[in-house]
């Protein structure tokens, strides 16, 4: 028995699966009111901007679970090696060990990308600052750092479309394996800090 929604937030999930599997394009009003359980009258209630503001409430719940998982730890890490360790366990998690595509970055590659361009630069930019402050941390150098943020969160975006695209989930997890070595051995070659 379907699960009767009743509130805005309870529909976001469902409709990012939507977006995830067919695109902001392919998202019709037919397929994102079958996923939610919702008619088109309530879908537009709860959202009354349409699919433009349903994949705005679905990129805002992915950055607010970013935000608190990913990059507040990063940027807080008081243990670097520990936090990068945490990035690449909830990654991995998160993208299903690669079999759930990352909805911000297929949105950035196509056309409706445009239109939440600021959103989906934010993203990104921040996933990588939020690295170099964490690299940074350990006493890596600066230049190094964005060097490295840069390699690894593209990496790991990188990983998700082989992954998918070869059908080899194995293959999601050696890069991540990669990412997260390249990581730690930054960090393991940075002389200890004097408190």
Not at 24 to 45: D, H, Q
Not at 100 to 109: A, F
Not at 144 to 155: D, K, L, N, R, T
Request: hydrophobic share 45%; glycine share 8%; aromatic share 8%.
């Amino acid at each position: 028995m379907r699960r009767v929604l009743t509130e805005r937030a309870d529909a976001v999930s469902a409709l990012a699966e939507v977006f995830r599997e067919h695109g902001y394009e392919g998202a019709s009003l037919s397929l994102l009111s079958k996923a939610t359980g919702l008619g088109k009258g309530s879908l537009y209630n709860f959202f009354p901007g349409g699919k433009e503001e349903m994949m705005e409430a679905v990129l805002a719940d992915i950055d607010s679970w970013f935000a608190t998982t990913i990059f507040a730890p990063l940027e807080q890490a008081q243990d670097p090696a520990a936090a990068v360790t945490s990035m690449i366990e909830d990654v991995t998690a998160y993208f299903r060990s690669g079999r759930r595509v990352c909805l911000v970055g297929c949105i950035g590659l196509n056309s409706s990308g445009a239109t939440f361009a600021i959103r989906i630069r934010s993203y990104f930019a921040r996933w990588i600052s939020a690295l170099v402050q964490c690299l940074e941390t350990a006493g890596v150098p600066t230049s190094p750092a964005e060097q490295i943020a840069e390699e690894v969160v593209s990496g790991i975006q990188g990983a998700i479309v082989l992954a998918r695209a070869l059908g080899d989930d194995a293959a999601f997890l050696r890069i991540i394996h990669r990412q997260h070595s390249t990581l730690l051995d930054a960090i393991a070659r940075m002389p200890p800090q004097s408190a």
